[in-house]
């Protein structure tokens, strides 16, 4: 059974950087199957796709975000990190990691989420 | 940058059938864009329901099907349950990234 876990600071001042680990159960980050997904939810809105790393290091960012993300691989532990620099109010959010498909295109596999915020 | 939209809202009486669709700015939906349909309960995360216009995970009840309607991603269900009131979400894919809809919230009353 395949488990992710988001883990990092709850809290970020702003124009500082936001960083992020998923720590992965049950499959490889760098088994070469699947997209290794970063999403977020600010507090009582939509869900918004971050982007993705594969196994091999190749990476793709929501056009939106793509000047200030980076999500990379954590090896040799089977982790993926996101960084989100010059943060603002506007990054608060739950940030979610999630497994996704290379083959099937679906995300079957999402950690259980991480609030972080922005504030001084 | 795509916009991907959805019904704000809708509302169904128990027992009966709702669809909601997902549209594209870039134009019909298609097999390409691998449409994807989720279900968020509050303080939860995420649920996956659909994938790749109609394929079900194993946990997604058999009342749920997706499919491809007038160039739309639809999710329709049919003998909707109390416990289908949630959000839920499409997403697609399209040129190399994937794009939320804002979401509909489903009342079931």
């Known amino acids: 059974q395949v488990q992710l876990q988001e883990s990092g600071p709850g809290l970020v001042k702003p124009s500082e950087t936001l960083s992020l680990t998923c720590t992965v159960s049950?499959?490889?980050?760098?088994?070469?199957?699947?997209?290794w997904t970063w999403i977020r939810q600010p507090p009582g809105k939509g869900l918004e796709w971050i982007g993705h790393?594969?196994?091999?290091?190749?990476?793709f960012y929501s056009p939106s975000l793509k000047s200030r993300v980076t999500i990379s691989l954590g090896a040799p532990k089977n982790q993926f990190s996101l960084k989100v620099t010059s943060v603002t109010a506007a990054d608060t959010a739950v940030y979610y990691c999630?497994?996704?498909?290379?083959?099937?295109?679906?995300?079957?596999?999402w950690g259980q989420g991480a609030l972080v915020t922005v504030s001084s | 940058q795509t916009v991907v939209t959805q019904e704000p809202s809708l509302t169904v009486s128990p027992g009966g059938t709702v669809t909601l669709t997902c549209a594209s700015s870039t134009g019909a939906v298609s097999s390409g864009n691998y449409p994807n349909w989720f279900q968020q309960k509050p303080g939860q995360a995420p649920r996956p329901l659909i994938y790749?216009?109609?394929y079900k995970h194993s946990w997604t009840p058999a009342r749920y099907s997706g499919s491809l309607l007038g160039g739309k991603a639809a999710l329709t269900l049919s003998g909707v349950q109390p416990e289908d009131e949630a959000e839920y979400y499409c997403?697609?894919?399209?040129?190399?990234?994937?794009?939320f809809g804002g979401g509909t919230k489903l009342t079931v009353l």
């Open positions: 790393v594969y196994y091999s290091g190749n990476t």
């Open positions: 997403l697609i894919y399209y040129g190399g990234a994937w794009f």
């Open positions: 999630a497994r996704a498909s290379v083959v099937l295109r679906n995300f079957d596999n």
């Open positions: 790749s216009i109609s």
């Open positions: 049950g499959a490889s980050v760098s088994g070469g199957r699947d997209y």
